[in-house]
């Protein structure tokens, strides 16, 4: 099975830093995704590790280290816009199935 | 661009009733999925599938079915609902290749009352 935990809620200023984190216990790992998810709508995708490591992309970063089991993402220069859900997946061993963890809501404040 | 196409957008059910939500894709994915969304909580997956004529049980199968007799086509049929099926019910698909993210429709909200 597979267990994957976040925090429920967080809450920052606009133009500072925060980082999300999420750990997880699998029985195969295939790769960890992050999913951004304002309210009443899908998800959409924001990043992609499977390997040990920093992913940057723009205001966004995700860090994975697969032997703790932990990725974490860091959203800079926070907007009002980034107040939204924030969901971690990780795909099974087969890379079948990506499983999602509850979630994290993010507030921004100004 | 279509994408992912998922209908009926709302709907409300009698406890008791069927009914199917329709699910499409024209990016000629070969995997599907079908997620349940309960409100504040993360997405549980349902029934997934790696190509036509293939599928699978998620995390949380009883009271659905699913068929995958094209590659485009992934209906979801509900048997018997039940107020516990009361969720947001979003469909995905990806297409071959680990690092390939999905992508979701637009979501099938549903009460059973």
């Known amino acids: ?110 | 661009n279509a994408g992912v196409t998922q209908t009926p957008k709302f709907r409300i059910l009698k406890i008791g009733q069927s009914m199917t939500l329709q699910c499409t894709q024209d990016m000629n994915h070969n995997y599907m999925y079908w997620y349940r969304q309960d409100p504040g909580m993360g997405l549980k997956l349902i029934y997934y599938s790696v190509g036509a004529g293939i599928t699978d049980k998620g995390e949380v199968p009883n009271g659905y079915n699913v068929s995958r007799s094209t590659t485009e086509d992934f209906p979801l049929r509900l048997e018997l609902a039940a107020p516990s099926q009361t969720s947001v019910y979003f469909c995905a698909s990806r297409y071959t290749g680990a690092g390939n993210t999905i992508y979701f429709g637009e979501g099938s909200w549903l009460t059973v009352v």
């Open chain 1, 1 to 110: 099975g597979q267990n994957i935990d976040q925090p429920t809620e967080m809450t920052a200023t606009e133009g500072a830093i925060v980082q999300i984190n999420c750990t997880y216990q699998t029985s195969g790992f295939n790769g960890l995704f992050w999913y951004q998810q304002h309210a009443g709508e899908a998800p959409t995708f924001l990043s992609y590790n499977v390997l040990d490591g920093l992913e940057e992309k723009g205001r966004f970063s995700s860090f994975l280290s697969r032997s703790k089991g932990y990725s974490y993402l860091l959203l800079k220069e926070l907007q009002m816009k980034d107040s939204a859900s924030y969901l971690c997946a990780v795909r099974d061993g087969y890379g079948n199935k990506l499983v999602f963890g509850a979630g994290t809501i993010l507030r921004v404040k100004s």
